[in-house]
């Protein structure tokens, strides 16, 4: 009886323990799932999704310019598509894109039909570089005159429109 017992407790846990590789396998399936690759295009253009806030400060008093909420921009796919193929943007939503270091960015106008003002910022949250008004569908090379680590796109003008320059800094 009690080698029966033994059996019977050993096949239970065989029994278990596959179970729980299935699992794990029709779990690791369906983050596979998930993680494609959606292929976007003008008749189907990414939609916004709010990953946090953004401020932009002024330099000297430290009193907030304007505040946005930001999509992020974080991995390379993210980083290629940025604004690209939206029609429009809320004036108070934007595009945050996140590098590991300060470094020359450069950015281009590829697939976007909305002007935009494309802002660089250091790695110590001041703003550094500023093109405003940037040509739609264009791809010519619009690199940062200086190393930065972020990069932050708005609509057009947006600058302009809240006195936002170089030297001020952004809060996310």
């Known amino acids: 009886m009690k080698k029966i017992l033994f059996f019977s407790t050993i096949v239970l846990f065989v029994f278990a323990f596959t179970q729980c590789k299935n699992d794990k396998k029709e779990k690791k399936n369906v983050g596979n799932t998930e993680l494609k690759q959606t292929t ?27 505040h946005i909420d930001i999509e992020v921009a974080s991995t390379d796919e ?3 598509r940025g604004l690209m193929y939206r029609p429009e943007m809320a004036e108070n939503n934007g595009m945050l894109f996140l590098f590991a270091k300060d470094e020359i960015q450069s950015f281009y106008m590829r697939n976007t039909v909305m ?24 791809e010519t090379s619009l690199p940062s005159k200086v190393p930065a680590m972020y990069v932050v796109e708005v609509n057009a003008n947006i600058c302009e429109k809240y006195n936002i320059g170089e030297g001020d800094k952004i809060i996310f």
């Open 40 to 66: 976007y295009s003008f008749e189907n253009p990414p939609e916004f999704r709010k990953d946090g806030e953004l401020s932009f400060v002024d330099a000297e008093s430290g009193a907030e310019k304007f």
């Open 78 to 80: 993210e980083k290629a």
């Open 115 to 138: 002007s935009l003002d494309i802002i660089y910022v250091n790695s110590r949250m001041e703003i550094v570089d500023i093109y405003r008004a940037a040509k739609t569908l264009d």
